[in-house]
């Protein structure tokens, strides 16, 4: 379940949330030129054609980031345009960029137009690099005994590929520094400027804040959400309100026309909890942005000191007080007992990694309990997955602000069990049993295919 860091995507989900021209309106810093660096047009440079194409994404569905920076504009030879057309719509489009966003480019970032078959070959490369079939076959297992999937033989990897393929307009490779535009068309399109507006506002953030460092590969997976929702909502303010200074009424209609048009049927028919995730931090990013620029009116200034010092937990962009408040509300660090003597013979510790306020919601809503008392006053959460052979088990530890804060909590899981059957206080289906127990301000779920293994572990928690 952990998400993978390697390039910022732009996907048709973030233009079909944002299609709106002026839904952002209210969340769109005005740049000051008082408080912002004076924007000046980033260089252009030619690349070869046949450049190596960036790697791309990543395992659970979210999107990455990675170091400090390089900005140029590269036209691909594959598509057919004009060359010289193409830089100077592309040099436009970076300077215009930069006049809203207030970052001055420090460096050139090549950037390709490609067909939509070489995006979806970059990005099948890539989840072959980043992602094997036994780390989906685990954490398809993982989501199914934490409920937040119906069945653990869902082909995450497969599906991975299948969602990116659709759903990924362009992207920008922190590693390499490249930048990607899904585009075909000698003149680009009002949905492909927008999205090469987005990508370039990350290779911009790249440049001042070091992405790679922001939210490094092995970040957990709660704080990775977090920082990843802040930059993609960066990124989405900006393109947002790229497309309304700098685009013609028309051009407009023909933006809310092409993201309108675009079929989606992999994401439609994907589990909740996977769609949710790849949405998140497109839509609760600008939100969070909006709370940041009213604390810094005027300006980005707030944005820009939220990268120098990112959220940490999903909770604080979803509840951005606990961000912008002083104290903050930081997150409680939950660790978990060892359960391999527990277990007995034969169990075998695999991963662990952090669930936030954003996994436990969705775990109560994919379960019919869709009550925002249940999720909030979260104070933090780990689980533990084990497995022996065909059985396996998740242990999560979760802890509270408040005790009836963790009561909250408890009676919406265990409301969320109720439909199912109960016996010797353990609620089981016909392939998984889960437990639950309670003390204080934590609350301990246990979901696993061993009956056994699940009571053990219940009455090992202290």
Not at 37 to 60: E, G, K, L, R
Not at 315 to 330: G, I, M
Request: proline letters at 6%; one cysteine or more.
């Amino acid at each position: 379940m952990r998400h993978r860091t390697l390039v910022l995507l732009a996907l048709v989900v973030l233009l079909l949330t944002a299609c709106d021209p002026f839904a952002l309106d209210a969340v769109t810093p005005t740049p000051s030129s008082t408080e912002m660096p004076t924007a000046a047009p980033p260089t252009a440079t030619q690349q070869p054609a046949d450049t190596p194409p960036a790697t791309a994404t990543s395992a659970a569905f979210n999107t990455p980031t990675e170091a400090a920076a390089v900005v140029t504009a590269v036209p691909s030879a594959n598509n057919g345009a004009n060359n010289s057309e193409a830089m100077r719509e592309l040099t436009e489009i970076e300077s215009d960029t930069v006049k809203i966003r207030g970052l001055t480019p420090k460096a050139d970032v090549a950037e390709q137009f490609i067909t939509d078959a070489q995006m979806r070959s970059n990005l099948t490369e890539q989840v072959k690099e980043d992602y094997s079939r036994d780390e989906a076959k685990r954490d398809s297992t993982t989501l199914w005994l934490l409920r937040l999937m119906d069945s653990p033989t869902i082909d995450l990897y497969q599906l991975q590929i299948d969602l990116l393929g659709e759903q990924v307009l362009g992207y920008y490779d922190q590693k390499k520094k490249d930048l990607f535009v899904r585009s075909d068309q000698s003149q680009l399109s009002p949905l492909a400027r927008e999205t090469l507006a987005h990508e370039f506002t990350h290779s911009l953030q790249d440049q001042y804040y070091n992405l790679s460092k922001l939210r490094p590969d092995k970040i957990e997976n709660d704080k990775g959400n977090a920082v990843l929702t802040l930059v993609e909502g960066d990124a989405v303010v900006t393109q947002i309100a790229y497309a309304q200074k700098y685009m013609s009424a028309q051009d407009l209609q023909k933006l809310l026309d092409e993201s309108n048009n675009i079929s989606q049927p992999v994401l439609d028919s994907a589990p909740r909890y996977i769609r949710d995730s790849l949405i998140f931090p497109y839509e609760q990013g600008p939100t969070f942005i909006q709370a940041l620029a009213k604390a810094q009116p005027g300006s980005y200034k707030g944005v820009n000191d939220a990268l120098a010092d990112p959220p940490q937990s999903t909770e604080q962009v979803l509840h951005p007080e606990k961000y912008l408040n002083k104290p903050r509300d930081e997150p409680v660090s939950v660790s978990l007992q060892p359960l391999t003597d527990t277990l007995g013979a034969g169990w075998t510790f695999r991963n662990s990694d952090t669930m936030g306020e954003f996994d436990l919601k969705e775990m109560l809503q994919v379960n019919g309990v869709d009550d925002a008392k249940a999720w909030e006053g979260w104070g933090g959460g780990s689980y533990a997955f084990y497995q022996n052979g065909d059985n396996a088990l998740v242990f999560l530890q979760t802890r509270w602000d408040t005790v009836k804060d963790a009561t909250e909590f408890g009676d919406a899981v265990q409301q969320s069990l109720d439909s199912l059957n109960k016996n010797s206080g353990l609620w089981s289906d016909s392939k998984r049993a889960f437990g639950l127990k309670r003390f204080g301000d934590a609350v301990t779920f246990v979901g696993g295919t061993d009956r056994t293994a699940v009571l053990h572990t219940l009455a090992a928690v202290k």
